[in-house]
């Protein structure tokens, strides 16, 4: 249930039903074209565009947001008529984004990627060498105090400790409780703030020790950490051969949809105000396009 909650709040997931959804619906309504192949983003598409993506994410989309919409949308609507001239829908009338697959399964059968050579292999690794090494890790627990009262801190310390020595559980409950064992240390920093994870590992080993945060006093037990181990090409070369093949089958189907698209004109309009968000256009900015919108 847990993996199913994390998928469904993925945002290419959303992209993507948004996709498809739309995909539907503007066979419906629209006009009869000028151009075989002309692809025609209008002002009403944008629009249930824009309410589909509300209906997700429970707001309307950022500027970047719409604009991958719309991409998303106008390969879509690429793959459906390149599959309706291929006769792909006999059966499947009223299921457009079954089409859609089918072509983009049919496309991307054709992609053959030859081997990698050992040259092109240890090329890729020295390139991304550091993306291949054990990074830094840390253990040690929490007791979440949040208190502004050092002098609560300390005595809360003191009690575990003479728990712990006493091989039992502290006289009262203390909660959030909190255990990290073996986490990347850059990923504590970014959970927790760097001079609190830098303090952490400045403490004694196995020992309840005050320690002030952004969010006030904590109690921490300091378990241990180790340094980042760079691997060598050969332990990682299965790694590095999986990695290569992906990134190579990426571009090969991204110049495959680019050729598709090439074939279809597009027209489009401005996006009216009322559709987009408020929200900072710079936050979507950073969204890749992955492979032509894969």
Known sequence: MNKLMHVLKEPLLHFAV???????VSRLVSEPQEEPNLIRIDAATQAELAHIFETIRQRLPTKSEMDRLVRVHILNEALYREAKHLE?????QMLRERMVQRMRLLMNSGIVIQPPTDAELRAWYEERKAD??????ISFVVIGLDTDSQSEA??????????????????????PFARFEDRPRALMVELLNEVFDASVEQLTLDEW???PSPQGWQVV???GSTDRVMQDFDTVRAAIHGAWV??????EEARVMRALLARYPVETNSYEPTLLSDRSTSEGS?????????
Not at 18 to 24: D, N, P, Q
Request: charged share 30%.
């Open 18 to 24: 948004i996709g498809l959804v739309l995909l539907g």
């Open 209 to 211: 020790t005050p320690l």
């Open 286 to 294: 950073a969204m890749e396009d992955e492979g032509a919108e894969r």
């Open 132 to 137: 291949y090494a054990i990074p830094a890790l």
């Open 246 to 251: 992906e990134a190579e089958r990426n571009k």
């Open 88 to 92: 792909l829908d006999h059966g499947d």
């Open 221 to 223: 037990k300091y378990l």
């Open 154 to 175: 300390i005595e809360v310390a003191k009690s575990a400790n003479a728990a712990d020595a006493a091989g039992a559980r502290l006289s009262r409950p203390v909660a």
